[in-house]
């Protein structure tokens, strides 16, 4: 076998051939309590791939991290859809023997959470709720929607409807009533009065932008939506507004799309890793103890 003195095969070079490095894993994120991935509304980022957040959660796993992204209706209100959330909650924490949680939440899935926590009382399991591009001030989205002609918000909530139901044995939807509460007026004059921070809690969010007021590039499904979304409210990510998605302690501005925060990508959109920004979250959450 040639060493570091044969002059044939330098070692440093037999190295390089072979790729081979002590720890070739990456580094464990030394964190103590399971994390569940909760997504938002709708199905864009379902089909073929195990769920929006699915991706994500197998790569924390790589890490070490006990991450689980389960799936719920993706076209109902936050009432309905925590019911199912409550039991996808109580499977983890049995399968975990865990008795604390936390929380990650894209989009709608941050007002599931703040109402599971607010009104369900899991403030007694959950120690941080961590919300990305989530409307917590609603999302004038919602409201452009359901000021369409009655024959197309007919049409959308019909087929929005019949998928919600089917995509899971336990499915359900109401497309109609889930965007009217995720309006501006709705959120600001009703679910924010009822639905408030729990002190026993730590709240960080996220907030997302591309396209129109930014030098970051959109999918072109986003453009309209962008547009329209950045004259009423300002940089967004073609869904929710920077400003909607500000709870708690704002930990910063993501530069992504709706889609790229959970790893779709027209190709058209800025480049974004949505594993390396999941592990960083969680990362930083065992930085801080948790």
């Known amino acids: 076998m040639p060493d570091d003195s044969d002059p044939t095969i330098p070692a440093s070079a037999l190295r390089r051939l072979t790729g081979l490095e002590p720890f070739p894993q990456p580094e464990l994120i030394p964190i103590r309590t399971p994390v569940v991935l ?22 924390l796993r790589s890490r070490g991290v006990r991450a689980v992204a389960p799936n719920v209706s993706p076209y109902n209100t936050v009432r309905a859809r925590t019911a199912t959330w409550n039991d996808r909650l109580r499977r983890v924490l049995d399968e975990t023997d865990a008795d604390r949680l936390l929380l990650i939440a894209h989009s709608m899935g941050g007002l599931d959470a703040r109402y599971l926590i607010s009104a369900l009382g899991w403030h007694e399991v959950v120690d941080v709720l961590v919300t990305i591009a989530t ?3 609603g999302s004038s989205v919602a409201s452009l929607v359901l000021d369409q002609p009655e024959l197309v918000r007919d049409w959308l909530a019909d087929t929005a409807d019949w998928v919600g139901t089917h995509i899971l044995e ?5 497309l109609r009533q889930a965007l009217t509460e995720l309006t501006p ?37 986003f453009r309209y939506l962008n547009r329209y979304l950045y004259e009423e409210e300002g940089e967004n990510d073609g869904i929710v507004s920077v400003e909607s998605a500000r709870w708690g302690d704002y930990q910063g501005t993501v530069d992504a799309d709706h889609a790229r925060q959970v790893g779709l990508s027209s190709g058209l959109a800025a480049d974004f890793d949505s594993n390396a920004f999941y592990t960083t979250i969680v990362q930083n959450l065992a930085d801080d103890g948790w």
Request: glycine fraction near 14%; charge should be negative; hydrophobic fraction near 30%.
């Open 170 to 174: 336990d499915g359900s939807a109401n």
């Open 185 to 221: 007026e709705h959120m600001e004059n009703t679910f924010n009065p009822e639905v408030p921070n729990h002190p026993d809690v730590d709240y960080w969010s996220y907030g997302c932008r591309a396209g129109k007021g930014t030098a970051i590039p959109i999918a072109p499904i």
């Open 38 to 59: 909760m997504h938002g509304f709708g199905v864009g980022a379902s089909f073929r791939r195990g769920g929006h957040l699915h991706k994500e959660a197998l790569h």
């Open 135 to 137: 409307p917590h001030r």
